[in-house]
């Protein structure tokens, strides 16, 4: 039971990761047919991201009250309904108005799970299950480009994701006595049901603003790169805007391979070992993507980058127990969420609103100065959390 446990946990990643890359894929597709500029993505991308960061803040009170498990089934399914509504959606105000449960559905699993797996399982876990989660990402973009370039639409490409992640709202529903079971049988450590700890006193504790802030920078980043990337080699390397949409999963491709192996690297290497080795693979792929010429440079220079962002995640969020403590770790977790989402709800249409003003040339810019500012965050963590 522990072990099928577990199986359920990776599936449940794979549909968290399953609808985060087509949004970027499909949009070069998407917004002519909408009659709205192409930076309107950002705006898509931060009503997600503000209906996650709701819900990440929510997270330790909802988890207190119905258990991870039942947080993962319900949430699941909020997202699933999201992706029909895209699917039906042909005006840019439905698009708008469908993100909100999709953001809502996303915030909350992703601390319940992270906080679960943090606590009751060790580092190697914590980054094969973020795999996983590459996986889905890698997926969605692959569906998607597979129903552009044969005619279908976007939309369509839309509705095959609802269909997989109603398959997974089952297994997950399906699964929930799992959940029900003793936690003594994963850890001897429960899922203990306690006085929330409030979003003030977790924030006043030392370290936890540091963490938050690297937490921000890393998923501007990410998202950052996850949402323009595709437009990017588009408009500044003249790729079809339906072949780039491949693209798009080289990204979280890169993820992908990073966190498998960074699930073995970390029998090797410690947690803060793991960042610093991700940063430094961040920006040489950073740097490829300055490199004029051929696309193929840019492609390489953006699959380093996922490459790099493997371990950060991950490892930074296995930390927590160990740097604040399980007892106060799911609402770190909360709040560190929603710091993360805020670093996604802002960049993306910042970036947006940045490359309208001067050219989307600036996409390398912006990522390398983040990374800088990410990394001074996270060592200055280190220092707080190690005295």
Same mark, same amino acid.
């Given at each position: 039971?522990?072990?099928?446990?577990?199986?359920?946990?990776?599936?449940?990643?794979?549909?968290?990761?399953?609808?985060?890359?087509?949004?970027?894929?499909?949009?070069?597709?998407?917004?002519?047919?909408?009659?709205?500029?192409?930076?309107?993505?950002?705006?898509?991308?931060?009503?997600?991201?503000?209906?996650?960061?709701?819900?990440?803040?929510?997270?330790?009170?909802?988890?207190?009250?119905?258990?991870?498990?039942?947080?993962?089934?319900?949430?699941?399914?909020?997202?699933?309904?999201?992706?029909?509504?895209?699917?039906?959606?042909?005006?840019?105000?439905? $698009?708008?108005?469908?993100?909100?449960?999709?953001?809502?559905?996303?915030? &909350?699993?992703?601390?319940?799970?992270?906080?679960?797996?943090?606590?009751?399982?060790?580092?190697?876990?914590?980054?094969?299950?973020?795999?996983?989660?590459?996986?889905?990402?890698?997926?969605?973009?692959?569906?998607?480009?597979? !129903?552009?370039?044969?005619?279908?639409?976007?939309?369509?490409?839309?509705?095959?994701?609802?269909?997989?992640?109603?398959?997974?709202?089952?297994?997950?529903?399906?699964?929930?006595?799992?959940?029900?079971?003793?936690?003594?049988?994963?850890?001897?450590?429960?899922?203990?049901?306690?006085?929330?700890?409030?979003?003030?006193?977790?924030? &006043?504790?030392?370290?936890?603003?540091?963490?938050?802030?690297? !937490?921000?920078?890393?998923?501007?980043?990410?998202?950052?790169?996850?949402?323009?990337?595709?437009?990017?080699?588009?408009?500044?390397?003249?790729?079809?805007?339906?072949?780039?949409?491949?693209?798009?999963?080289?990204?979280?491709?890169?993820?992908?391979?990073?966190?498998?192996? &960074?699930?073995?690297?970390?029998?090797?290497?410690?947690?803060?070992?793991?960042? @610093?080795?991700?940063?430094?693979?961040?920006?040489?792929?950073?740097?490829?993507?300055? $490199?004029?010429?051929?696309? $193929?440079?840019?492609?390489?220079?953006?699959?380093?980058?996922?490459?790099?962002?493997?371990?950060?995640?991950?490892?930074?969020?296995?930390?927590?127990?160990? @740097?604040?403590?399980?007892?106060?770790?799911?609402?770190? $977790?909360?709040?560190?969420?929603?710091?993360?989402?805020?670093?996604?709800?802002?960049?993306?249409?910042?970036?947006?609103?940045?490359?309208?003003?001067?050219?989307?040339?600036?996409?390398?810019?912006?990522?390398?100065?983040?990374?800088?500012?990410?990394?001074?965050?996270?060592?200055?963590?280190?220092?707080?959390?190690?005295?």
């Amino acid at each position: 039971m522990v072990h099928f446990l577990i199986v359920i946990i990776y599936i449940s990643f794979i549909s968290l990761g399953l609808p985060d890359g087509i949004l970027g894929a499909a949009w070069p597709s998407m917004y002519e047919g909408m009659n709205v500029p192409v930076s309107y993505a950002g705006i898509v991308s931060m009503i997600i991201a503000c209906c996650t960061i709701l819900s990440a803040l929510l997270s330790e009170r909802l988890v207190n009250k119905l258990g991870t498990g039942g947080i993962t089934a319900i949430s699941v399914g909020t997202t699933a309904i999201s992706l029909f509504g895209f699917y039906l959606s042909g005006e840019f105000w439905q $698009i708008c108005l469908w993100a909100i449960p999709y953001g809502l559905g996303a915030g &909350s699993v992703d601390a319940a799970l992270n906080n679960y797996v943090a606590v009751h399982y060790k580092s190697n876990h914590m980054s094969w299950l973020h795999c996983f989660w590459g996986i889905g990402c890698s997926c969605g973009p692959y569906v998607m480009s597979y !129903f552009l370039t044969n005619g279908h639409g976007w939309n369509k490409g839309y509705f095959a994701i609802f269909i997989l992640q109603i398959v997974l709202t089952f297994i997950l529903v399906m699964s929930l006595p799992l959940w029900k079971k003793k936690s003594s049988e994963i850890s001897g450590a429960g899922e203990e049901k306690h006085k929330p700890l409030g979003i003030g006193k977790t924030i &006043s504790i030392s370290g936890v603003k540091t963490m938050m802030l690297t !937490f921000f920078c890393y998923c501007a980043i990410e998202q950052t790169a996850s949402l323009w990337a595709v437009s990017y080699i588009v408009f500044e390397k003249g790729i079809s805007a339906e072949k780039a949409a491949e693209f798009g999963a080289i990204f979280f491709l890169g993820i992908t391979i990073g966190r498998l192996l &960074s699930g073995f690297l970390t029998a090797k290497f410690n947690d803060v070992q793991m960042v @610093r080795m991700g940063v430094a693979i961040l920006t040489v792929g950073i740097l490829f993507m300055f $490199i004029p010429f051929s696309y $193929i440079f840019s492609l390489v220079g953006l699959w380093l980058i996922g490459l790099g962002c493997a371990p950060i995640y991950p490892c930074l969020i296995h930390s927590v127990p160990g @740097r604040f403590g399980s007892d106060t770790s799911q609402a770190v $977790i909360g709040v560190q969420m929603a710091s993360a989402y805020v670093g996604t709800a802002l960049m993306p249409p910042l970036f947006g609103f940045l490359s309208g003003k001067l050219s989307i040339a600036i996409f390398p810019v912006c990522l390398i100065i983040l990374l800088i500012v990410m990394f001074f965050f996270s060592e200055r963590l280190n220092r707080i959390t190690n005295k």
